[in-house]
């Protein structure tokens, strides 16, 4: 079992920047694979980025590279999304998400764990 406990969202201006923190805990927590979506009202939760558990393969979706960047601790228990540039359409609840394998990391389906979720709001 892992627990993921998100943090960091918040309310900013178009422009601005945030860093979110997801912290793992709970048996092997180190060795999963880790992955950041995000759902808007009304829309489905989407991927938006995952970084294997050595933190050597990260993927991105289209509409955060270069703006959007995943990375680990060295102990691999804390993942961060730094977020610059933000959006009013980046404006979600974001969650992070565990998996025990490297197939398909932006499939929802992949994934057994996730954390409750934080809110993003990005105003313009």
């Known amino acids: 079992q892992v627990q993921l406990v998100e943090s960091g969202g918040g309310l900013v201006q178009a422009g601005d920047s945030l860093r979110l923190s997801c912290a793992a805990s709970?048996?092997?927590?180190?060795?999963?694979?880790m992955g950041w979506f995000r759902q808007a009202p009304g829309k489905e939760r989407e991927f938006v980025a995952a970084?294997?558990?050595?933190?050597?393969?990260?993927r991105y979706t289209d509409s955060v590279k270069g703006r959007f960047t995943i990375f680990r601790h060295s102990t691999r228990n804390t993942v961060w999304l730094q977020m610059n540039a933000l959006q009013p359409q980046d404006t979600a609840v974001y969650y992070c998400?565990?998996?025990?394998?490297?197939?398909?990391?932006?499939?929802?389906?992949?994934?057994?764990?996730w954390g409750q979720g934080t809110q993003v709001t990005v105003s313009s």
């Open positions: 970084i294997s558990w050595s933190g050597s393969t990260i």
């Open positions: 998400a565990a998996s025990s394998r490297w197939y398909r990391p932006e499939l929802r389906s992949e994934y057994a764990y």
């Open positions: 709970g048996r092997a927590s180190n060795n999963y694979h």
